[in-house]
Every structure is written in structure tokens, then in C-alpha cells.
């Protein structure tokens, strides 16, 4: 503590000492000081970060792709808690330079914790993203094949990707263009390749059924995998991927199997397979709506309601099948009630085809 008071109050009084400079009123000599020793301060501290920066870059290079990611979790961690000091040490120059300049609009000046950031981002992140992306990629496909992997390491680069996409007008605000642009598309892009390899694989070993039960399982996955380690954003857009790759690309040969699972009677499946195709809904595929509304039980033609207050319910409730998600179809009929003519769903699935 006596080490930080003594540097705080060196950077004030480095400041606030030029206001012996002559020639000036004393509040024009202050003004005109705290411009001249706060550029040159903040420029010096500019030099030092970049320095120290590049020296990091040059020790990620020099490192094997197996310590890659715990060196850069490992310096990420201790330039941002420095960052976070040194902002503290160097209010004064915030509150007296850094601020001035910016309402002259002058918006290469940055508050010191971000300017830590900017540099990180523009002498670091630079040169080593598409090598801590492959690396961070290999970890993901690790862990999604079972392998043990510290995916606390993960997160912590996923944090150094959100706050260095700081951008004008709020600097205190980090937005989501490097988290979007650097991680999440070739995440996504990488997703999409290994389940569109896990899914063919698997099928050829597997029954449909076992397959549907896998699908069931990577969607869960998925979506814990998400919430635990990525951002919230990044969900729907990851759910609906591993929905194209595991459903869309495969729904002809589950749907074969519908007319066996129905002759049957195996509700367990049926309600399996109602719930994956259900997801179909977000790609515009109507005929799936129409088959749910055949799965009614209550005896009437075509799945059509008998009173006028039925058809008044019915009505009102797919008016939100397009808002809800893909449960949604799920609530309008019970599995266990499934009640289904052979002739009514051959139309459907034929439609469906």
C-alpha cells in the first residue's frame, strides 16, 4: 500500500507541479501543463504496455501448442489485474487529460484500462488469434468426444475476446465484434463439420433409433456446454447448427421409421422422433404442423375439432406456433394421447417428403 500511495502520488504531483510554468495566469499555466506532462506521461505509459505486450507475443511463439493456452490464460490474467491497478494509479490522468482530449474529440486518447486493452488487442491478439482459435477448437472437439480437458481455460478466453472488443461511442462497454468474428464463426463452422462427420458415422453403425437417442443427448450437450462457458447469444444460433447437421441432413431416414414405430405402437420413439422433426418447424417446413394437428384424440375427421369452441382453441393456439420455440408443438398435443389413421399420416409424411 505505501509502494502504491508513493507511485499515485508521484503521477499527481508530476501533474499537478507544472503549475509553476511562467508566462501564463496560473489557471491558463495549470491547463497548458497538465496538456504538455499528461501527453507525455500517457505516451510513455503507451510505449511501456506495448512493450510488454510484444514480449508476451514473442513468448507465446516460442512456446509448444501444448502450454499455448494456459501461458495466454495465464498473462490475460495478470495484464488485466495490472490493468485495473494501473488505472487507479493513474486517475489523474484520466480525470485531468484523457478526458479533455476525448470531448476535443480527439479519440486516440482512451482511458487507461482500456488503452491496456487496445493494446492487447492490436500488438497480441493480432498475430496469435487463428493459432489460440485452432488450438481452442482442438479443446472443444476433446471435450465433445469425451476426452478430459480443463474447459476453465475456455472460458477465460472467451473473456479476453468480449473485453477487448471495446468500441466508440462507450468504451465501458465491451461489445461482441471480436467475440463474434474471431470465436463464434469458426466455432459454429467447426460445429457444423464435426457433427455432419458424427452424424454419417453413426448412422451407419447404429440403428435410427439409437441415433435419435444420440441427438436427443448432443442437443442437451450443446445447450449446457453453452450456458456454462459461451455467451448467452451464442445459444440459439448453436442450437439451430446442430439442429441442421443432426436433423435437417438426416430427416428422410428418420422418417422411414415412422411408419414402423406407428404399426408398433411404440409411444416412447414416436414421441422421441415427434420432438426432433418438431425443430423442422424453424426451417418452413408446414406439413409438420398439419401432422400435429392429425395426432389429436379426439376422433374427429382429420384431426379436425368438433364444437365451435374447440375449433376456437385450436385456432388461438397455432396462432403462437410460429412465436414459440420448437416445444411449443409439443404442448398443443399430449404424446401419451397420440391417436393416429395410417392413411392420415402417409398423406402427411408424404407432403413432409
Not at 473485453?163 to 468504451?171: F, T
Not at 405402437?265 to 409438420?288: I, K, S, T, V, W
Not at 397455432?318 to 395410417?342: C, F, I, R, T
Request: charge should be negative.
Amino acid at each position: 500500500m505505501k509502494t502504491y500511495m508513493g507511485l499515485y502520488t508521484a503521477i499527481v504531483d508530476h501533474l499537478a507541479g507544472t503549475r509553476v510554468l511562467t508566462g501564463f495566469p496560473p489557471s491558463v499555466s495549470k491547463k497548458r501543463g497538465y496538456h504538455l506532462f499528461g501527453e507525455d506521461l500517457y505516451v510513455c505509459l503507451d510505449d511501456c504496455l506495448r512493450s510488454h505486450v510484444q514480449r508476451i507475443g514473442k513468448l507465446l511463439e516460442s512456446c509448444d501448442d501444448n502450454a499455448v493456452l494456459a501461458i495466454y490464460v495465464e498473462q490475460w490474467i495478470q495484464y488485466t489485474t495490472a490493468a485495473r491497478y494501473n488505472n487507479h494509479l493513474f486517475e489523474f490522468l484520466n480525470r485531468h487529460f484523457v478526458r479533455r482530449e476525448r470531448e476535443e474529440d480527439k479519440k486516440h486518447f482512451y482511458p487507461v484500462y482500456t488503452l491496456h486493452l487496445v493494446r492487447w488487442k492490436a500488438d497480441l491478439f493480432t498475430g496469435t488469434h487463428e493459432r489460440i482459435m485452432r488450438l481452442v477448437l482442438d479443446l472443444i472437439e476433446k471435450h465433445r468426444n469425451g476426452a478430459s480437458v480443463d474447459v476453465s481455460t475456455l472460458k477465460s478466453i472467451i473473456d479476453s475476446f468480449v473485453r477487448i472488443g471495446v468500441e466508440e461511442p462507450d468504451l465501458s462497454k465491451p461489445t461482441l465484434v471480436v467475440y463474434k468474428e474471431y470465436f463464434e464463426k469458426p466455432f459454429l463452422e467447426a460445429t457444423s463439420n464435426y457433427y455432419r462427420n458424427e452424424s454419417s458415422r453413426f448412422l451407419v453403425e447404429n440403428s435410427v433409433f439409437e441415433y435419435m437417442k444420440m441427438v436427443e443427448a448432443r442437443l442437451q450437450e450443446e445447450k449446457k456446454f453453452c450456458s456454462l462457458h459461451l455467451m448467452k447469444e451464442t445459444e440459439e444460433v448453436l442450437i439451430r447448427t446442430c439442429e441442421r447437421r443432426l436433423i435437417s441432413d438426416h430427416r428422410q431416414v428418420i422418417r422411414e421409421e415412422f411408419q414402423r414405430l406407428l404399426d408398433q405402437d411404440d409411444q416412447e420413439e414416436l414421441g422421441r422422433m415427434y420432438r426432433l422433426l418438431a425443430c423442422e418447424n424453424y426451417f418452413g417446413h408446414d406439413p409438420l404442423v398439419k401432422l400435429q394437428r392429425m395426432l389429436s384424440s379426439d376422433g374427429s375427421e382429420e384431426g379436425t375439432p368438433k364444437t365451435e369452441q374447440q375449433q376456437h382453441d385450436l385456432g388461438t393456439e397455432n396462432e403462437g406456433v410460429k412465436e414459440e420455440d420448437e416445444g411449443s408443438l409439443l404442448d398443443l398435443v399430449p404424446l401419451d394421447k397420440l391417436s393416429l389413421d395410417s392413411s392420415q399420416v402417409n398423406q402427411v409424411l408424404g407432403d413432409y417428403q
